[in-house]
């Protein structure tokens, strides 16, 4: 694998192998056995635009952990800061670092350090997705209930954002449990994708076995009290019926907006262990590059 700026970047295969991977490092570091020297003498170079706490920390991590170097640079620590391109910046690291894990506002950035560089870049988030997170997820899943496929996931809210995008094409290429998106109607993605839209939630409610949510409000977009009202009723909150699901936040977690601290409470395990498979999935995606 050169690259990950999408999901789509890898095939079915490979996808399945990211995420059983995942499930395995997961449970080697739970039980204290993981041990790797795939970075030894490797360095790696995370290039955060925007503030991160469990993409950051375990991509540091996972490079530690792999016996490899991890270099954190934000903007404002570059010539970035003072105007220099995305061009000539990759021009000039790529001769310091092995591979690129880059969190950015716009997806263009990526494609451009891909483009100049020359060496794998990993898309730890942008406007267009955030596919790490969504190979951690479904090992999540594999791992708390034996299994995605033929599952339904219900993804509640903010349905167009960079996550529910690569939800979707992650149901696209896998095709083997059913996505359905739950929002008012002025939500439904514009996107493509193998997913379905129901805005009576309720009725979604009833089939699925996951019911994933996500802050209302992406990091950078202006607070809109209109956003907010629509979405109200689309809540993770008590009067919602969850018996026989688990419920997932991909975090960090707005309590008594997009779920009510009662439901957090109720899944925190759930929620939890979830953030920790971001290690394993991130140590997942960097053991299958081409470095």
Request: charged share 30%; proline share 3%; glycine share 6%.
């Amino acid at each position: 694998m050169k690259r990950l700026l999408e999901l789509y970047d890898v095939n079915k295969d490979e996808l399945e192998g990211l995420i059983k991977r995942a499930v395995e490092v997961f449970k080697d570091i739970k039980s204290k056995n993981f041990r790797s020297d795939k970075l030894k003498g490797k360095v790696g170079l995370i290039y955060f635009e925007k503030a991160s706490t469990r993409t950051r920390i375990s991509f540091e991590s996972a490079i530690e952990r792999l016996g490899g170097k991890a270099i954190y640079v934000s903007p404002k620590d570059t010539q970035m800061s003072r105007g220099e391109s995305p061009e000539d910046f990759a021009k000039s690291v790529f001769g310091y670092v092995d591979f690129i894990v880059a969190r950015v506002y716009d997806h263009r950035v990526l494609e451009v350090f891909w483009e100049v560089a020359k060496i794998p870049v990993i898309n730890a988030l942008s406007n267009l997705g955030h596919p790490t997170q969504i190979i951690s997820d479904l090992a999540s899943i594999e791992y708390i209930l034996g299994g995605y496929e033929g599952r339904t996931i219900l993804f509640v809210g903010d349905v167009r954002n960079n996550v529910a995008r690569s939800w979707a094409e992650a149901s696209s290429i896998l095709g083997n449990f059913r996505l359905v998106f739950s929002a008012p109607p002025e939500f439904k993605p514009d996107f493509p994708g193998n997913f379905e839209f129901d805005d009576d939630l309720e009725r979604a409610l009833k089939k699925a076995d996951v019911v994933y949510t996500d802050a209302w409000f992406s990091m950078g977009e202006e607070f809109s009290q209109k956003k907010e009202e629509l979405l109200r009723k689309y809540s993770l909150d008590s009067t919602k019926n969850f018996d026989g699901k688990i419920v997932m936040h991909c975090l960090p977690a707005y309590k008594g907006k997009e779920i009510s601290e009662e439901v957090y409470k109720k899944f925190e395990e759930v929620i939890i262990t979830q953030a920790h498979f971001k290690l394993a999935g991130a140590i997942s995606v960097i053991e299958r590059l081409n470095i």
